[in-house]
């Protein structure tokens, strides 16, 4: 790999791997190869990890330089943390602004700050359709470049009007049925493998009467003289209304999506690597109840203390047939409905057991009868 380097290519990528897709520190892979009799510092996997990435360089400039080539372009940002914060035992907060190519290629680049500078230096050459949700930092960006177009996520729009289901669960219930019938022509299109053209045509003639529908029950709805303007679903509407032209750039050309949850999708190892340390992998087999000991035996309980919504999302993308999840949630609140209903929709329910239990006293007794 390198002059004087002892280590083999195989285990330098291997802790690259684990580090950087399985979110295990340095110090965690250190404590594994000690018990498995592997000696070696933790300075010396440090090292391992700063030459690799040195290596690992060139790559990542042509693949970005590739990338950009695209005509269609999507990108999102998400943050990490990253670095030491000049305040004691906190850590400073960065930011990945990945880019989805024409090739089905990821480059994640990275910005110690969520600012529009990070925009007008990796995009700087950039023109083409850019695909993106709704911050306003890329709208900025998009109105000073006379070669840019600029398209927008209707599953971020979509959002906007879940978050105000509970306020108006009639309205947004017709929302989503509009929203709903755009994703049933894309849905038509994937099936069939319809070509640029015809997809376009297909669009045409079955998407675009769909949005102005939308689009005039939008305006139709902003007309309610009971909607404030804090209102959850004013601000839904108001979201949409000013983003109309950007929506309505995927039925002029085949090769934008109309979202971008394919980019999402690729981005999603790093959300699950948040508050990792909140969670404990531990070997064994849950001893309750003889028939939930029936279904949990031979699996590997996964100890969650708290049912936080988004910790709970979180787990889905480590569901595996061999697990179960221990949730401490305590009993008859609505912590403990919404961690069942979340267990229910997530990938364990086909055959991953999702136990709740009401207070650290029985999530100890549960770990120890593991």
Not at 70 to 83: C, N, Y
Request: aromatic fraction near 8%.
């Amino acid at each position: 790999m390198w002059e004087g380097a002892l280590a083999d290519v195989s285990v330098v990528a291997g802790v690259l791997t684990d580090k950087f897709c399985h979110h295990l520190a340095l110090y965690r892979q250190h404590q594994r190869l000690a018990m498995s009799g592997i000696r070696v510092s933790r300075s010396s996997l440090t090292h391992w990890v700063h030459r690799a990435c040195a290596l690992l360089a060139p790559v990542y400039d042509a693949q970005l330089r590739h990338v950009l080539l695209s005509k269609t372009l999507a990108m999102d940002e998400t943050p990490i943390r990253a670095g030491r914060s000049k305040h004691r035992g906190r850590m400073n907060t960065g930011w990945y602004w990945p880019l989805y190519g024409e090739a089905d290629e990821v480059v994640f680049t990275f910005s110690p700050k969520r600012s529009r500078a990070h925009l007008d230096k990796v995009l700087s050459e950039f023109s083409g359709t850019l695909l993106t949700d709704g911050a306003a930092a890329y709208e900025r960006f998009a109105r000073e470049r006379a070669e840019l177009v600029h398209a927008q996520c209707w599953s971020h729009t979509r959002r906007m009007f879940v978050k105000a289901e509970e306020a108006e669960p009639a309205a947004v219930a017709e929302a989503l049925e509009l929203i709903g019938r755009l994703y049933e022509v894309e849905a038509h299109i994937r099936e069939q493998a319809l070509s640029a053209q015809h997809a376009l045509e297909y669009r045409t003639e079955h998407a675009l009467a769909r949005v102005d529908a939308f689009f005039a029950w939008v305006a139709q709805q902003c007309h309610r003289a009971e909607l404030t303007p804090s209102h959850p679903l004013s601000k839904a509407l108001q979201y949409a209304r000013e983003r109309e032209g950007a929506l309505r750039v995927y039925l002029t050309d085949p090769a934008v999506p109309i979202d971008t949850n394919h980019l999402e999708r690729a981005l999603r190892p790093i959300p699950m690597g948040r508050n990792y340390r909140s969670h404990v992998i531990m070997q064994g087999s849950l001893q309750t109840s003889p028939a939930s000991e029936k279904s949990h035996r031979g699996r590997i309980p996964w100890y969650c203390g708290g049912s936080n919504e988004r910790a709970l999302w979180r787990l889905d993308g480590f569901a595996r047939p061999e697990l179960c999840i221990i949730i401490k949630a305590p009993a008859e609140t609505r912590a403990h409905d919404r961690a069942r209903d979340i267990g229910r929709t997530l990938r364990w329910e086909a055959g991953v057991p999702l136990a709740l239990v009401p207070s650290w006293q029985d999530l100890l007794r549960c770990m120890r009868a593991s």
